[in-house]
């Protein structure tokens, strides 16, 4: 680490074991995943009152379900009775969560609502028995940008302390509507590499000229910046002049942007393991989830900021864009 901490003029990068040895993901997802904020999905995938949606991190069972006061919770996916999995796959439900096991019920805000039977045939409640204390395990969570973010330690400084310095990066945004139109503006990819190998490769554009020649030609190497903060890096570029389809060049530019944003796009990795890339006229989010220390899952959402996107006019574009 020393190395890694030195001057760039003679730093090097983290020895290859990092990047492949089992051990190392271990203590990844110990002190990098399991002690502060990190990404772990979408305001999208749970768009309605009482939809679920499992998922794992960092070796956990987790989902996340949308309250009727149309809050956003997440929970240890885990019956507080015999530790069956409660949610398998992404549904809606009108009022409760059922345990299929012995069909213990819980409240959208996690509250246990009925035991049947616990006292005995027939006997569905137990003087022995105290709800609050077998309510579902809740993890802190909290939103931005239509990304989920978790501390499964409960134990990090406040959201707002973490998220503050790429809300004020971008504040010209903050606010702004985002538009989401479903599976044309999502990819789903499996990667066979260190999830550190993703995240390094999105923050340099030295690439460019040979790996992306046609995004080089209309936002070329020589027109990017370096960006580095406290909690993110990346890069940005100032010659974005996007041209998506021959019957649509660009999306509704975003309300209220200053000139500058007309020609500017910037493409952060927001740390650990969320790649965020913000243009005048869309917006997208990469979420990285290791696989082991030699595979990544990546889920990318592209957003817009008006909801004329949605007409079929924008099919190719959208389509391009992807």
């Not at 006019?313 to 959208?318: G, H, I, K, L």
């Amino acid at each position: 680490m020393k190395q890694v901490l030195e001057p760039i003029e003679t730093a090097r990068g983290l020895p290859n074991a990092c990047y492949t040895e089992p051990a190392s993901i271990e203590a990844e997802q110990r002190r990098l995943f399991g002690e502060g904020w990190v990404c772990a999905g979408f305001v999208t995938d749970v768009p309605s009152i009482g939809d679920l949606f499992p998922f794992e991190f960092s070796g956990l069972p987790l989902f996340m379900v949308r309250g009727v006061d149309s809050v956003i919770r997440v929970f240890h996916n885990v019956c507080s009775h015999r530790g069956r999995i409660l949610v398998e796959e992404p549904k809606t439900v009108k009022k409760s969560v059922v345990c299929p096991y012995h069909s213990w019920s819980y409240g959208l805000e996690g509250e246990l609502i009925s035991s049947p039977h616990i006292g005995g045939p027939g006997k569905h409640s137990c003087p022995y028995l105290d709800k609050h204390s077998v309510a579902l395990s809740k993890v802190r969570s909290a939103e931005w940008f239509n990304l989920v973010f978790i501390d499964l330690s409960g134990l990090a400084p406040e959201f707002s302390d973490y998220i503050s310095p790429v809300v004020q990066r971008w504040k010209e945004f903050e606010g702004i509507p985002l538009v989401h139109t479903g599976v044309d503006s999502t990819v789903t990819l499996e990667i066979d590499c260190n999830w550190k190998l993703a995240i390094e490769n999105y923050c340099e554009a030295y690439h460019l000229p040979w790996v992306h020649p046609n995004l080089n030609s209309y936002s070329p190497l020589e027109s990017h910046y370096s960006i580095v903060a406290e909690n993110f890096s990346g890069q940005g570029s100032d010659s974005y002049s996007p041209s998506f389809s021959h019957e649509v060049k660009e999306f509704p530019t975003a309300p209220g942007l200053p000139s500058f944003w007309e020609t500017r796009a910037e493409y952060i990795a927001l740390y650990p393991n969320v790649l965020l890339g913000i243009h005048r006229d869309h917006f997208y989010a990469v979420l990285i989830t290791p696989e082991g220390s030699r595979r990544t899952h990546e889920r990318l959402k592209i957003f817009y900021y008006d909801e004329a996107v949605r007409k079929s006019s924008f099919d190719a574009a959208r389509k391009a864009n992807r």
